[in-house]
Nanobody, 121 residues
Framework: QVQLVESGGGLVQAGGSLRLSCAAS????????MGWYRQAPGKQRELVAVVPRGGSTNYADSVKGRFTISRDNAKNTVYLQMDSLKPEDTAVYYCQGVVKSHALGSFYEYWGQGTQVSVSS
């Protein structure tokens, strides 16, 4: 099995910064894309940012220029640096990893449990 554990959420004032981390562990042969999604109350889960193993990053328009995604392949960890936070960034943030557990296996999506980010005005 594969587990993804997020950390780094919290309460911050508008204009502030937070850094989220997500570490994958368990039976891991290879990780393809890793990303961050968020879900605000009453809204659907949406993509925030994604970083493929060897490709370019992709961001939601609403966070471009403010958020930065990065990953450490040696640690199976993905980060989300969030700057210039706005109240509308308030949501539960979920980490996602696309993981292969065996050399001849397939890639599957795994999700973390989520971490709350709250931005006050």
């Amino acid at each position: 099995q594969v587990q993804l554990v997020e950390s780094g959420g919290g309460l911050v004032q508008a204009g502030g910064s937070l850094r989220l981390s997500c570490a994958a562990s368990g039976r891991i042969f290879s990780i393809n894309a890793m990303g961050w999604y968020r879900q605000a109350p009453g809204k659907q889960r949406e993509l925030v940012a994604v970083v493929p193993r060897g490709g370019s990053t992709n961001y939601a328009d609403s966070v471009k220029g403010r958020f930065t995604i990065s990953r450490d392949n040696a640690k199976n960890t993905v980060y989300l640096q969030m700057d210039s936070l706005k109240p509308e960034d308030t949501a539960v943030y979920y980490c996602q990893g696309v993981v292969k557990s065996h050399a001849l296996g397939s890639f599957y999506e795994y999700w973390g449990q989520g971490t709350q980010v709250s931005v006050s005005s």
